[in-house]
């Protein structure tokens, strides 16, 4: 029994510290033909990049008075990231490849394979986003770790689990795959 009062905590915690941590045993590779699944693919500046820590879940752990101390320096430690923090970021739409977005819209990005990066670089981008009540792309590995979007009314960059996002800046982006897999070639 003392084992099963440690066990689930510990086994949270690694689930949910994602700083150098994966949520899928194995990295699958990215299908561009899952871009048939995106509500809008568009050519954008990327704004407005930041992490959105889950706070929420942070101070919950820590009103635990049973927490381990190696557990509560983890959630008290604010630079470190956990599989439930994720991005959000504004894209300025320069050429719409698919859909009708707006010309300036929020996307979030709950990264299921890997943490998300603390910064994005300048400039401009391919990248395809979903609904976030759009069925996810399929699991391209094993195994994933597929958390609630924690932006339900705003778009999410598509991203299948275990296979990297549909994020490409512009200058190494396969516009012209997914411009034939847009015109179903």
Known sequence: MPIRRWLVPATLA???TATTAQACMMASE??????ALADAVVIARLTDYEIVRDEAFRRAQLA?????DDLREIYSDPGQGLLSDYARFTLEVQDVLKGEPPARFAVTW???????????APGLYLVAVRDPAAPLPPLRGPSATILPNPEPATMTLLQAPCAPPFLFP????PLDEVRALLRGG
């Open 14 to 16: 690694l689930l949910l």
């Open 30 to 35: 990215r299908e561009l033909s899952d871009i």
């Open 64 to 68: 635990n008075p049973n927490l381990s």
């Open 110 to 120: 709950d990264n299921s394979t890997f943490a998300e990066p603390e910064t994005m």
């Open 170 to 173: 512009l200058e190494s982006a």
